[in-house]
């Protein structure tokens, strides 16, 4: 079974420009996370969504950043006109319906990560 | 503010000996807790989980934890470190009641086992 599945790994961008950041959660999962880690810091919460809808998105920056989790296809967090200050590594997670019974206190499952540099 | 505190940066210890990796937190309501262990270059992998129950909980690997709820703290243990348990170490916490189960992580701390 594949896990939680990132691309790219790394990612260069130049200020200004966009990144595009894609997830693909672990098969039958519906519920996405993203998280973005700061060199030598933990992983700060930045929304969190379910297939079509957004639930929870008080952790993203209100400008320049979005994300959606289609019904076909992954999730993507999109950064348009990048700053040396989205320099970070974005990491995915998923989990199933976690509003079904046990499910709620199972352990998100996470991706590699994306690596985005802004020269 | 819901917060989680790891107060060593780093925690070097030899192979062999036991290790212990602090967790503080402090949050409004009832929590679930969690372990999660990062190699270079990877995403963060499960350890252990606290949900209810026996305060000690045991994970991959040979690790433990011991969850305390009048010192609110989830230190993780285990009895005889390896060297490749040299990693970096995350304590997350998640609200019971939080309807967007995100999880709230510490700063981590990098272990290093020497040989």
């Known amino acids: 079974n594949a896990g939680v599945m990132q691309n790219p790994r790394h990612l260069v961008r130049r200020r200004g420009q966009e990144a595009r950041l894609r997830c693909s959660p672990v098969?039958?999962?519906?519920?996405v996370y993203w998280y973005r880690q700061l060199p030598e810091e933990g992983l700060k919460f930045m929304v969190y969504?379910?297939?079509?809808?957004?639930?929870?998105e008080s952790g993203m920056p209100k400008e320049r950043f979005s994300a959606e989790f289609p019904k076909e296809g992954p999730s993507i967090l999109r950064i348009q006109q990048v700053v040396r200050g989205d320099s970070a590594a974005y990491f995915c997670?998923?989990?199933?319906?976690?509003?079904?019974?046990?499910?709620?206190?199972?352990?998100?499952?996470f991706g590699d990560g994306t690596r985005l540099s802004i020269l | 503010a819901q917060s989680v505190a790891q107060p060593e940066d780093q925690v070097n210890v030899a192979e062999g000996n036991p290790l212990t990796v602090k967790c503080t937190y402090s949050?409004?309501?009832?929590?679930?807790l969690f372990w999660y262990v990062q190699y270079p270059n990877r995403g963060l992998q499960f350890l252990l989980k606290?949900?209810?129950?026996?305060?000690l909980v045991k994970g991959s690997y040979g690790f433990e934890a011991e969850f305390n709820k009048s010192q609110t703290s989830f230190h993780l243990k285990k009895p005889s470190a390896l060297v490749s348990d040299s990693a970096l170490y995350f304590c997350?916490?998640?609200?019971?009641?939080?309807?967007?189960?995100?999880?709230?992580f510490g700063s981590g701390t990098r272990l290093l086992v020497r040989p």
């Open positions: 997670a998923s989990s199933p319906n976690p509003t079904v019974g046990y499910v709620s206190n199972q352990p998100q499952h």
């Open positions: 949050v409004s309501g009832n929590p679930y």
């Open positions: 969504l379910q297939k079509e809808n957004i639930i929870d």
């Open positions: 606290y949900i209810t129950g026996d305060n």
């Open positions: 098969k039958g999962h519906s519920h």
């Open positions: 997350a916490v998640r609200l019971i009641l939080d309807s967007s189960y995100k999880l709230i």
